[in-house]
């Protein structure tokens, strides 16, 4: 309990128990209408039972073009709350608060959305390797037109209400990775040229509006934070000094609680290491791999808006040392939680070896990408002790 790691702290209303979060992990249980399933055995709860100080739950779309699977879920209607408040209570139930992530599929939802006769919804048609299969072959089907865009814009403030409404403690805005709000920021898949693309402050402007949305209608006390992607792993693609200057933009508008860092598009959906679920992470010299992007977004942002470092981090001591440092204020892991959900209450019982996570990805290979619950198939292998108390 003599860790830094272990001080309460606050985003925006909501209190702490420590400084470790859960980044989100979609759990691939969904219904057709895009209900999750929170059922038995749930890895969130038992995770909230570890002793974890914030949950961030498995993104949801805002609005129906944003879904890229049957299996994406959606929180795009007052009828999906009560699974989610299902999701939320489950969570409460093992002990830790829980924040909603939101999305919208962009690019990636168009195949799926011309399957089903409707329209795609992206910041522009483009050319290139990766994305070319997610497009329409009607180069009009997908930029959307002004009106479109405040329509995702209202979805996204819509949606944290409901998600409030469902019980979450918090909401964070997916703009990493292959999400929308990635897509608007990368130059590679934003070739607009209104005042939604060129130049930073034009490309980070559909995040500002978005966050504005959500704070008018959750309210000034409720936590609002945003994963932000802020370089990327593409060929003229978003450079870190303008993923850095967005962070500062977004901050300085003032809607923001915290600021999760992360990358943003990768050339490939094939090469996990090109992506944000690193593989082969079996040295301290590994682990952190988004750290330098996280210092960075810190001295730019200042007291603006609270900072959370994440991607690869195992070891106690670097988290530690990262919290003391000033580097972030938060630090936060996801696969080392699937793997061993009592993590934070083994590193505060005083067992301070690094997380048994071997960083495989089975947890995606084996388990949600063929449709099963969130899980780690390894865990007996590794010799994982339960220190979640059931
Ligand atoms: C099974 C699984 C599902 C994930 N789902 C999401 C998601 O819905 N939204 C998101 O922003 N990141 C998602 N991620 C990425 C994680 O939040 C995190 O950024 C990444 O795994 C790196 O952290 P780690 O090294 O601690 O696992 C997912 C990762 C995994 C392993």
Request: glycine share 10%; charged share 25%.
């Amino acid at each position: 309990m003599d860790s830094i790691l272990f001080k309460k702290t606050k985003i925006n209303n909501l209190e702490l128990k420590n400084r470790f979060l859960m980044s989100a992990a979609a759990s691939a249980k969904v219904t057709e209408d895009g209900d999750i399933i929170a059922d038995k055995p749930l890895i969130h709860y038992r995770v909230a039972r570890g002793g974890v100080g914030l949950i961030i739950n498995g993104a949801a779309n805002v609005h129906i073009s944003g879904r890229s699977s049957i299996k994406s879920s959606l929180i795009d209607d007052d009828e999906r709350i009560p699974s989610f408040r299902r999701f939320a209570d489950r969570v409460h139930a093992g002990g830790a608060p829980v924040s909603f992530q939101l999305t919208h599929g962009g690019l990636w939802a168009g195949a799926f959305q011309i399957a089903n006769d409707r329209r795609p919804f992206a910041p522009s048609y483009v050319i290139q390797d990766k994305l070319c299969k997610y497009m329409s072959p009607n180069r009009e089907d997908c930029p959307a037109t002004e009106e479109q865009v405040y329509e995702i814009i209202e979805a996204y403030g819509d949606s944290a209400a409901r998600a409030k409404k469902a019980g979450f403690d918090a909401v964070e805005v997916h703009a990493a990775h292959d999400s929308l709000l990635a897509q608007f920021l990368s130059p590679v898949t934003n070739i607009r040229q209104d005042k939604w693309g060129g130049n930073i402050e034009n490309r980070c402007r559909l995040h500002c509006e978005v966050m504005a949305n959500i704070r008018k209608k959750v309210g000034a006390g409720f936590p609002v934070i945003i994963k932000l992607g802020v370089c990327e792993d593409l060929k003229g693609g978003l450079t870190l000094d303008d993923g850095i200057k967005a962070a500062e933009i977004i901050a300085q508008k003032g809607d923001v609680d915290a600021i999760e860092v992360s990358q943003g598009l990768s050339s490939s959906d094939v090469d996990f290491n090109g992506m944000s679920i690193k593989t082969g992470i079996n040295s301290i010299k590994k682990e952190a791999y988004y750290r330098e992007w996280t210092k960075a977004v810190k001295s730019a942002v200042g007291g603006g808006a609270l900072v959370i470092m994440q991607g690869g981090l195992r070891s106690f001591e670097l988290m530690e040392e990262v919290v003391q440092n000033g580097e972030a204020d938060l630090v936060s892991m996801c696969r080392p939680y699937i793997c061993e959900p009592g993590i934070v209450n083994r590193w505060m019982e005083g067992d301070r070896e690094k997380a048994k996570c071997i960083s495989c990805n089975n947890c995606i290979i084996e388990g949600i990408m063929k449709g099963k619950p969130l899980e780690c198939g390894l865990r007996e292998k590794l010799g994982v002790p339960d220190y979640t108390k059931e």
